[in-house]
């Protein structure tokens, strides 16, 4: 299936991920995941985009996000790609391109999806072997998300303060969504949506999705087209 047009729409969550140029990495050290974040809060404050979930790996970034004003998302993103690249190939004394092209992006019927996809941002780290447990992988928004450490980057989503009265019980019910492992038909269907830029989320919302944006988010079907009954052949008898 194609990639269909990316869509930058105010108030709708995205889930962001760009990947390193031929999977290298894009990070070597601390002071660029550090880096990284103070670029990506100061874009988001810039650009009106609010944060709610993110995870930076070696060779991969991941975040969930909400745009408050329209192309609020693509204006972040380049900010960072100028930002950050520049950074890295000054200290690295490297010149060229960092990153696989342009990032992917797809946006969240949050109902029925927000959570889930930040659990499968959030739980790379640990699927990938790079730490033992989710808390110990500092480069991602788990530990805010679990009363661990605050994170000055994140905006909390109203679903996710739904969650509790307060951070702690908040905290408490967000553990309880990593109880149980993913479906792996799910986690194929956030990466192929992912891949091609669908919208992930239901015909209901897909349909009011084309309304605001006023263009097709959904793959045509594949097979040539039904004929109508009126111009059927029809056998002489």
Request: proline share 5%.
């Amino acid at each position: 299936m194609p990639r269909l047009p990316r869509l930058n729409l105010r108030d709708i969550p995205q889930h962001i991920v760009q990947v390193g140029h031929n999977n290298l990495p894009c990070f070597f050290d601390e002071e660029d995941y550090q880096y990284y974040l103070i670029s990506l809060r100061n874009a988001a404050d810039q650009y009106h985009v609010d944060v709610h979930a993110y995870v930076l790996l070696p060779n991969m970034i991941q975040i969930i996000a909400t745009p408050r004003i329209p192309d609020g998302i693509s204006s972040v993103m380049q900010s960072l790609g100028r930002r950050y690249v520049q950074f890295v190939n000054h200290r690295y004394k490297r010149s060229g391109t960092l990153w696989r092209g342009r990032y992917k992006s797809s946006l969240i019927d949050s109902e029925a999806y927000l959570l889930t996809c930040y659990r499968y941002v959030e739980l790379r780290p640990l699927y990938l072997g790079l730490a033992d447990s989710l808390g110990n992988y500092p480069w991602s928004s788990f530990n805010h998300h679990v009363n661990i450490k605050r994170d000055n980057l994140i905006c909390d989503h109203h679903l996710y303060l739904a969650l509790g009265e307060n951070p702690q019980a908040r905290a408490q019910a967000y553990r309880k969504l990593f109880r149980y492992s993913f479906d792996r038909r799910l986690l194929d269907y956030i990466a192929e949506t992912i891949k091609l830029g669908h919208v992930l989320g239901g015909d209901t919302f897909k349909e009011k999705i084309e309304q605001i944006a006023k263009q097709r988010v959904r793959p045509l079907r594949r097979g040539r087209p039904k004929k109508s009954k009126k111009n059927r052949w029809k056998p002489v008898t």
